[in-house]
């Protein structure tokens, strides 16, 4: 198993940059898939980003594409999600994501295995 623990959210303004962390303990991060997922009030849990174990392979939702960044260390075995360029649409709470599948990205929520607590993050206008 890997325990998840996100960090790095807070209040921005529009424009503004935040990098979230996602830290793993337990079993190597380097063993899974991982991603990050928001979710809004009132509103479903939605993909954001998603990265292979390698780090070679990422893929992003439309809607953070150009904007958000994901990368991984292995070493320390931590994710991050680099967000610049940052809008009121992208307040929500943010939750990091492993997946122990087959697959070498994965944007489905079903798919993954172990979660984070999430970290809020809110822009303001």
């Known amino acids: 198993q890997v325990q998840l623990v996100e960090s790095g959210g807070g209040l921005v303004q529009t424009r503004g940059s935040l990098r979230l962390s996602c830290a793993a303990s337990?079993?190597?991060?380097?063993?899974?898939?991982m991603g990050w997922f928001r979710q809004a009030p009132g509103k479903e849990r939605e993909f954001v980003a998603t990265i292979s174990r390698s780090g070679l392979s990422t893929y992003y939702a439309d809607s953070v594409q150009g904007r958000f960044s994901i990368s991984r260390d292995n070493a320390k075995s931590t994710v991050y999600l680099q967000m610049n360029s940052l809008k009121p649409e992208d307040t929500a709470v943010y939750y990091c994501?492993?997946?122990?599948?087959?697959?070498?990205?994965?944007?489905?929520?079903?798919?993954?295995?172990?979660w984070g607590q999430g970290t809020q993050v809110t822009v303001s206008s």
């Open positions: 337990g079993r190597s991060v380097s063993n899974y898939v």
């Open positions: 994501a492993a997946d122990r599948g087959y697959y070498s990205t994965s944007v489905k929520a079903s798919d993954y295995d172990y």
